[in-house]
C-alpha cells in the first residue's frame, strides 16, 4: 500500500514539531544547596542554546569561559537556596544575580532574579 503524499507530509510535520517541543517539557529537579551544586556542576563547561560563550564554575568559587571573541570571568557562592554571581564578559559588567538551578541529566537551568527572571537553559559538557 502506498501512502499518499500529503498523509506522509502531515506525518513528517507531526514527528518534527514533536521533537523540537521535547526540551520544554523536561523533568528538571532543583539544586537546593552548594554541595549539591559543587558536586553535579562545578567542572564541567556549560554552553546556552543559540549561544557561542562556555562557562566554567570551579568549586573554588571562580568562574571562567569565553566565545565569540569575549572572556568571561566571575565570582559565584551559594546563598540560601540561590547560586550568587557576578563577573564580566569583555567589558561588560554583569551585575550580581543570585539565581534558581535544575537540572536533568546534562541540562542546566538557570532563573534568574531569584527564578523570578529570564530563565536559560544550558547544555553541560
Same mark, same amino acid.
Given at each position: 500500500m502506498r501512502i499518499p503524499k500529503v498523509?506522509?507530509?502531515?506525518?513528517?510535520?507531526?514527528?518534527s514539531g514533536c521533537a523540537a517541543t521535547a526540551p520544554d517539557n523536561v523533568v528538571?529537579?532543583?539544586?537546593?544547596?552548594?554541595e549539591q551544586y559543587?558536586?553535579?556542576?562545578?567542572?564541567?563547561?556549560?554552553?546556552s542554546k543559540g549561544s557561542n560563550i562556555s562557562t566554567t564554575t570551579f568549586a573554588d568559587g571562580t568562574? @571562567? &569561559?569565553?566565545?565569540?571573541?569575549? *572572556?568571561?570571568?566571575?565570582?559565584?557562592?551559594?546563598?540560601?537556596?540561590?547560586?550568587?554571581?557576578?563577573?564580566?564578559?569583555g567589558s561588560d559588567v554583569l551585575k550580581r544575580d543570585c539565581q534558581t538551578v535544575e537540572i536533568s541529566g546534562d541540562r542546566?537551568?538557570?532563573g534568574r532574579?531569584?527564578? @523570578? &527572571?529570564e530563565s536559560v537553559?544550558? *547544555?553541560l559538557r
Open positions: 498523509i506522509l507530509t502531515a506525518i513528517v510535520l507531526t514527528v528538571y529537579e532543583r539544586i537546593t544547596s552548594k559543587v558536586e553535579l556542576v562545578t567542572g564541567r563547561a556549560g554552553l568562574m @571562567k &569561559g569565553g566565545g565569540g571573541g569575549k *572572556t568571561f570571568s566571575g565570582t559565584w557562592t551559594w546563598e540560601e537556596e540561590y547560586f550568587c554571581r557576578e563577573g564580566t564578559i542546566l537551568k538557570i532574579n531569584k527564578g @523570578k &527572571g537553559v544550558y *547544555t
